[in-house]
T-cell receptor, first 112, second 114 residues
Framework: SQQGEEDPQALSIQEGENATMNCSYK?????LQWYRQNSGRGLVHLILIRSNEREKHSGRLRVTLDTSKKSSSLLITASRAADTASYFCAIISNFGNEKLTFGTGTRLTIIP | EPEVTQTPSHQVTQMGQEVILRCVPI?????FYWYRQILGQKVEFLVS????????KSEIFDDQFSVERPDGSNFTLKIRSTKLEDSAMYFC????????????FGDGTRLSIL
């Protein structure tokens, strides 16, 4: 498998706190993407970070990438109840293909 | 904002029957995908499609499965002779430029095989 685990598997925090989720992978990547999935719904793209980038921001989201450790993290600052969802990282590998390989996801619950 | 649409949202089918899941990708996108997610498991890649042919498929995508772009807008996944283990959420995705652009997903079709 090209993809490792995300941790934690589940995370519950108080509204207003920051949430950090981690992702590990096993292969050389072209890019890494983070997606959100609300219960029973589709995957919503959040942010894409390329292998030559180390950090990227989008609103309250901050993603880091460490290719030497084959890991990424997603930080959501000032969390809101609406951030409650499952968060997945997915990689596009360097081996000529275009498929997304997903991790197992982190279930995030924001407590109002 | 344009989105990927999938129909039906829920399909219930008897084991052994054929099903067709439909998707309308975003109109200027050129690369199309099907993924599935068995309840409680990872999202898994099934197949990618470009220029009217399959560009890559996973080992899940065996002879039971086929894809088609019958016209300029629809992209379908056909599952012949369905099995109980085909029960899953099936997601369609599309992108404008493979590998370097995000894939945009539909809300999925929940397929239940009885």
């Amino acid at each position: 498998s090209q993809q490792g685990e995300e941790d934690p598997q589940a995370l519950s925090i108080q509204e207003g706190e920051n949430a950090t989720m981690n992702c590990s992978y096993k292969t050389s990547i072209n890019n890494l993407q983070w997606y959100r999935q609300n219960s029973g719904r589709g995957l919503v793209h959040l942010i894409l970070i390329r292998s030559n980038e180390r950090e990227k921001h989008s609103g309250r989201l901050r993603v880091t990438l460490d290719t030497s450790k084959k890991s990424s993290s997603l930080l959501i600052t000032a969390s809101r109840a609406a951030d409650t969802a499952s968060y997945f990282c997915a990689i596009i590998s360097n081996f000529g293909n275009e498929k997304l390989t997903f991790g197992t996801g982190t279930r995030l619950t924001i407590i109002p | 904002e344009p989105e990927v649409t999938q129909t039906p949202s829920h399909q219930v089918t008897q084991m052994g029957q054929e099903v067709i899941l439909r998707c309308v990708p975003i109109s200027n996108h050129l690369y199309f995908y099907w993924y599935r997610q068995i309840l409680g498991q990872k999202v898994e890649f099934l197949v990618s499609f470009y220029n009217n042919e399959i560009s890559e498929k996973s080992e899940i995508f065996d002879d039971q499965f086929s894809v088609e772009r019958p016209d300029g807008s629809n992209f379908t996944l056909k599952i012949r002779s369905t099995k109980l283990e085909d029960s899953a959420m099936y997601f369609c995705a599309s992108t404008r430029d493979r590998g370097d652009q995000p894939q945009h997903f539909g809300d999925g079709t929940r397929l239940s095989i009885l």
